[in-house]
């Protein structure tokens, strides 16, 4: 399931931007 955490990630950083 590393694609699930690739995608928290990618909004994480979307979200801090």
Known sequence: MSSLRTLIFLCLA????
Do not use: D, E, G, P
């Open 14 to 17: 979307c979200a801090i931007s």
